[in-house]
Nanobody, 120 residues
């Protein structure tokens, strides 16, 4: 059983900050990578930031220096601190977990999404 629940989205003015949180409830899986993706209207879903178990991170060029991803492996939570927000950051943000079922197959889970709207 897998459930990812996001929180922290909302409306913010350009230059402001938001912190997104995602809590993964899993049974029988080992999570390898957690991350945040986003999809803006009329655009493809894109990776925003990912973090693996060992702490290595990767960011989209558009958010480097502004966003920070963090993870608590013991709690299976991942956060995204978003600073200096821009209108182009407006999108639905999805939490992602890439995991392996114990002794079995790879499985990718997604949260329901949380809306981030940045006004000019």
């Amino acid at each position: 059983q897998v459930q990812l629940v996001e929180s922290g989205g909302g409306l913010v003015q350009a230059g402001g900050s938001l912190r997104l949180s995602c809590a993964a409830s899993v049974s029988g899986f080992s999570i390898n990578v957690m991350g945040w993706y986003r999809q803006a209207p009329g655009k493809q879903r894109e990776m925003v930031a990912i973090i693996i178990t060992g702490g290595r991170t990767n960011y989209a060029d558009s958010v480097k220096g502004r966003f920070t991803i963090s993870r608590d492996n013991t709690k299976n939570t991942v956060d995204l601190q978003m600073n200096s927000l821009k209108p182009e950051d407006t999108a639905v943000y999805f939490c992602n977990a890439d995991m392996i079922k114990y002794g079995g197959n790879r499985y990718v889970a997604w949260g329901q999404g949380t809306q981030v709207t940045v006004s000019s």
